[in-house]
């Protein structure tokens, strides 16, 4: 079993819906959990960072965890073109340095 | 806002060559980190560096690549005669902790051809 599976994708919706992008993780040991956006040949650039358990919310984005599933999800509410990239999750031990990433979900909004 | 910086942006070199990857970290930041992806498939971790010494380091980080910050700016990585499969984007990231998961700023990598 991989430690963190993501969907390839690619995922196309149109402008304005909304977007669910998701990962499973097998390591319980992960306490940190993020989402970074990538566009093309561009380093990864974090959006989302949550803590454990549970939700956060910035502007449109939406990071949910839930360890005792070993899930994480990232939704995107009124999604743009410019919302258009690949997403990675990525996860982190508590005493790990190294960070643990998603192979990306490429992501397509329709204008 | 403050950016790690990479250079070159693209380096094509001939197998079995060495290569030197550069970076440049944020200036406060304490701990640094290259990563690589190679083409299609996810952002791996290499190496992690703190108060000059490797922290960590992945299974793919063998005797072929070595680390150095050989001044108070600068955060090489040197790449001992380079194979066809080392072909991939190369970046470095940094940040001010470890055990955070937040704070690592990433550079815009360095693409390396090895023909």
């Known amino acids: 079993q991989k430690e963190v599976e993501q969907d390839p994708g690619p995922l196309s919706v149109p402008e304005g819906a909304i977007v669910s992008l998701n990962c499973t993780y097998s390591?319980?040991?992960?306490?940190?959990f993020m989402w970074y956006r990538q566009y093309s040949r561009k380093g990864p650039e974090l959006l989302m960072y949550?803590?454990?358990?549970g939700n956060k919310e910035d502007g449109r984005f939406t990071a949910q965890v839930d360890k005792s599933s070993k899930y994480i999800s990232l939704f995107i509410r009124d999604s743009q073109p410019s919302d258009s990239a690949t997403y990675l999750c990525a996860m982190k031990g508590a005493s790990a340095s190294k960070i643990i990433f998603g192979s990306g979900t490429r992501l397509s909004i329709r204008p | 806002e403050p950016e790690v910086t990479q250079t070159p942006s693209h380096q094509v070199t001939q197998m079995g060559q060495e290569v030197i990857l550069r970076c440049v970290p944020i200036s406060n930041h304490l701990y640094f980190y290259w990563y690589r992806q190679i083409l299609g498939q996810k952002v791996e971790f290499l190496v992690s560096f703190y108060n000059n010494e490797i922290s960590e380091k992945s299974e793919i980080f063998d005797d072929q690549f070595s680390v150095e910050r050989p001044d108070g700016s600068n955060f090489t990585l040197k790449i001992r005669s380079t194979k066809l499969e080392d072909s991939a984007m190369y970046f470095c990231a940094s940040s001010e902790a470890a055990d955070r998961g937040y704070g690592y700023t990433f550079g815009s990598g360095t693409r390396l051809t090895v023909v």
């Open positions: 390591n319980s040991a992960f306490q940190y």
């Open positions: 949550t803590y454990s358990s």
